[in-house]
T-cell receptor
Framework: GENVEQHPSTLSVQEGDSAVIKCTYS??????FPWYKQELGKGPQLIID?????GEKKDQRIAVTLNKTAKHFSLHITETQPEDSAVYFC???????????FGTGTRLQVTL | DAGITQSPRHKVTETGTPVTLRCHQT?????MYWYRQDPGHGLRLIHY???????DKGEVSDGYSVSRSKTEDFLLTLESATSSQTSVYFC????????????FGPGTRLTVL
């Protein structure tokens, strides 16, 4: 089955700096890659996603890049703000019943 | 929350007792999922449903069963709870046909003593 690895497990940046979180996947059949943000005590919230026919997608301060050949994808957050502090999860899906395999999460802390 | 509610939100139970968690959605989504979240493991799929009475296993299905007798409700049952099933359980729905996007409910924190 699919295996998703996520790095780093923790990341501390200063407000205004950029943050990058990286994930690799193992199943070449995976074609959908969402990113979720989870705040304490809440369920994961979808923040951006990308499909395998696209190399990059951007939404305001958030962008995701995908390298199918290398089987890795990354989340980029620019101009970080304190409210970006949360745990971020990447995931991959082969599209079959949309079953998601998640990475182990990155705790992002944005300091003033 | 995409119209997803989970109940109970918190539960403490003892080893060996049966436990049922409920996921309720109000928007007639066909696909529903149960995940568990544990430190160091991210979220892992337990079971999912692709319609009324249509269910299938996920990655960590041992010790769990599910039922879906109505479109809006997806139940997760631990027949005989064990301490290893202490976790936070999340329900999710797939937003529509032709998309893989999943939205999650608020979660149920289950403690098995």
């Amino acid at each position: 089955g699919e295996n998703v690895e996520q790095h780093p497990s923790t990341l501390s940046v200063q407000e205004g700096d950029s943050a990058v979180i990286k994930c690799t996947y193992s199943d070449s059949a995976s074609n959908y890659f969402p990113w979720y943000k989870q705040e304490l005590g809440k369920g994961p919230q979808l923040i951006i996603d990308i499909r395998s026919n696209v190399g990059e997608k951007k939404d305001q301060r958030i962008a995701v890049t995908l390298n199918k050949t290398a089987k890795h994808f990354s989340l980029h957050i620019t101009e970080t703000q304190p409210e970006d502090s949360a745990v971020y999860f990447c995931a991959a899906s082969p599209g079959t019943a949309s079953k998601l395999t998640f990475g182990t999460g990155t705790r992002l802390q944005v300091t003033l | 929350d995409a119209g997803i509610t989970q109940s109970p939100r918190h539960k403490v139970t003892e080893t060996g007792t049966p436990v049922t968690l409920r996921c309720h959605q109000t928007e007639n989504h066909r696909y529903m999922y149960w995940y568990r979240q544990d430190p160091g493991h991210g979220l892992r799929l337990i079971h999912y449903s692709y319609g009324v009475k249509d269910t299938d296993k996920g990655e960590v299905s041992d010790g769990y069963s599910v039922s879906r007798s109505k479109t809006e409700d997806f139940l997760l049952t631990l027949e005989s709870a064990t301490s290893s099933q202490t976790s936070v359980y999340f329900c999710a729905i797939r937003s529509s046909e032709g998309t893989d996007t999943q939205y999650f409910g608020p979660g149920t924190r289950l403690t098995v003593l």
